[in-house]
């Protein structure tokens, strides 16, 4: 299985400022990463795939990037609302799997 | 507007067989253009992918599961589940049904139903 190894693990922010959450895999996985949102007692959310496309209606304030083993999410400026776990996930190759999670908290 | 229902009951002992269903609103499920999964989070942890049913029929399961975990799809009542036998308090989660879609070769989940949550106990 190709582990994915999200860091930090947590980070506190403020609204306004600018935030970058880092997945690493375990193996290449070409461009076959995904960025999920998950807000308390909701079901996850798509928010960027292969690696730097941005979902439709995700605002653009979100962006990702990187290829073969490293990636990173970027939040250009904190919003209220962008309080929540982030979660990446590896489609290279079965099974798919998901990181352990960064939880983005307000400072 | 695609709606994803998980339905089936919360409480499952030790042992038996844990059944949920999927029911698909808004879009066909036989749409060639997407395939349907299930994912799985223990309270307080991570994500987990238990496996995937394609428009071919074809399934694929975590291996960590795949002893125990069957997927299907019934067309005519737009509706998938799943069955995972030998259920231990370890399987105890909040279950989401969704819908995956291939882009450029990657694989993910676009829309999801908003979970359910199985407790297995004796």
């Known amino acids: 299985d190709i582990q994915m190894t999200q860091s930090p693990s947590s980070v506190s922010a403020s609204v306004g400022d600018r935030v970058t959450i880092s997945c690493r895999a375990s193996?290449?996985?070409?461009?076959?990463l995904a960025w999920y949102q998950q807000k308390s007692g909701k079901a996850p959310k798509l928010l960027i795939y292969?690696?730097?496309s941005l979902q439709s209606g995700v605002p653009s304030r979100f962006s990702g990037s990187g290829s073969g083993t490293n990636f990173t999410l970027t939040i250009s400026s904190l919003q209220p609302e962008d309080f929540a776990i982030y979660y990446c996930?590896?489609?290279?190759?079965?099974?798919?799997?998901f990181g352990q999670g960064t939880r983005l908290e307000i400072k | 507007q695609l709606q994803l229902q998980e339905s089936g009951p919360g409480l499952v002992k030790t042992s038996e067989t844990l059944t949920l269903t999927c029911i698909v609103s808004?879009?066909?499920?036989?749409?060639?253009?997407?395939?349907w999964g299930w994912i799985r989070q223990p309270p307080g942890k991570g994500l987990e992918w238990i496996g995937s049913?394609?428009?071919?029929?074809?399934?694929y399961y975590n291996p960590s599961l795949k002893s125990r975990v069957s997927i299907s799809v019934d067309t005519s009542k737009n509706q998938f589940s799943l069955k995972l036998t030998s259920v231990t308090a370890a399987d105890t989660a909040v279950h989401y049904c969704?819908?995956?879609?291939?882009?450029?070769?990657?694989?993910?989940?676009?829309?999801w139903g908003q979970g359910t949550l199985v407790t297995v106990s004796s």
């Open positions: 969704a819908r995956g879609i291939a882009v450029a070769g990657s694989e993910n989940f676009d829309h």
């Open positions: 808004g879009g066909s499920i036989r749409n060639s253009n997407f395939f």
């Open positions: 049913v394609y428009y071919s029929g074809s399934t």
């Open positions: 193996q290449h996985i070409t461009s076959w």
């Open positions: 292969t690696a730097s």
């Open positions: 996930q590896q489609s290279n190759s079965l099974p798919l799997t």
